[in-house]
C-alpha cells in the first residue's frame, strides 16, 4: 500500500469524514486490522477561507504547494487536496509538489458516467458553482453541469460557510438545499453533485427527487484505490 497524504482543514469539519472514510474502505478491501497508511496535514482555514472569497488562487496555490510537499518529503506518493474548490489548483500542486493528485473532480465524472448520468446539478460553493474550472473538466469528461440561480447559489454559499464550516447542522437549510436539488430536477439534472466536502454532513445521498453523488466519499474511494494499485 502506497502512503496516502491528505491537504485538509478545509474545513477540518470534512478532513475527519475523509479520515474515517479511507480507513473504513482500506479496512473493507484488506480485511483484518488494516487501516490506511496516511499522514494529514490540517491547515488554518481562515486564511484558505479568504482566498476562496476573494477568488485569490494564487496564494491558495502557494499554501497547498508547500504543503504538499511537506507531505511527500515524508513518504507520501498518493496526495488527496480534501475539498472541492481548492481543486481550482489541482493541477499545480501535482506540477510542483512531485506527486500524484487524484482528482476528485475526474473521480465524480467516472461515477457518473458509470451510473449513465449525463447532466447533472451541481452544488457547492459559489467558486464552485461559478467558476470555470469545475464545470469545464466535468465537461472533458462528458457530463454537463447546472448550476442553480444567483440567490440560491448565494444561499448555499451562506450555508456552507456560516453554517457547515463551523458544524451547524439546520433543519431549515437543509430544506433549502432539497428545495434547490428540485428545481434542478426540473431543470433537466438527472442527478446531484454535492460539490462540497461540508454537504454530506446535511445531506444524504437519497435526499431529493434525484440521486446525489457525495463528492467526499468518491474522492475516498479513488484514493485507496490508487493506494492499492
Given amino acids: 500500500m502506497r502512503r496516502i497524504g491528505i491537504l485538509g482543514g478545509m474545513s477540518w469539519q470534512s478532513t475527519i469524514s475523509y479520515y474515517r472514510y479511507l480507513n473504513e474502505e482500506v479496512n473493507a478491501r484488506l480485511g483484518g486490522d488494516h487501516s490506511a497508511d496516511l499522514l494529514i496535514w490540517s491547515g488554518d482555514f481562515a486564511p484558505i477561507a479568504k482566498c476562496t472569497a476573494e477568488r485569490d488562487w494564487d496564494t491558495l496555490a502557494r499554501i497547498l504547494v508547500a504543503a504538499g510537499k511537506e507531505l ?26 512531485g506527486v500524484s493528485v487524484v482528482n476528485m473532480i475526474d473521480a465524480t465524472a467516472h461515477r ?98 434525484i440521486p446525489g453523488f457525495d463528492t467526499t466519499r468518491i474522492h475516498a474511494v479513488a484514493a485507496v484505490e490508487a493506494a492499492l494499485a
Fill in 72 to 97: 511527500t518529503g515524508q513518504g507520501v506518493e498518493v496526495l488527496l487536496i480534501a475539498a472541492n474548490t481548492a481543486h481550482v489548483v489541482a493541477d499545480i500542486v501535482e506540477a510542483y509538489a
Fill in 112 to 209: 457518473l458516467q458509470q451510473s449513465g448520468i449525463g447532466t447533472a446539478g451541481l452544488i457547492g460553493t459559489a467558486a464552485v458553482m461559478e467558476e470555470d474550472f469545475y464545470r469545464d473538466r466535468m465537461a472533458d469528461n462528458g457530463i454537463e453541469c447546472i448550476v442553480p440561480s444567483q440567490e440560491a447559489r448565494t444561499e448555499v454559499d451562506r450555508i456552507v460557510f456560516e453554517e457547515l464550516v463551523r458544524g451547524v447542522v439546520d433543519d431549515g437549510s437543509h430544506r433549502t438545499l432539497i428545495d434547490t436539488i428540485d428545481i434542478l430536477a426540473d431543470q433537466g439534472a438527472e442527478a446531484t453533485i454535492l460539490g462540497c466536502t461540508e454537504l454530506s454532513m446535511i445531506l444524504d445521498e437519497d435526499d431529493g427527487v
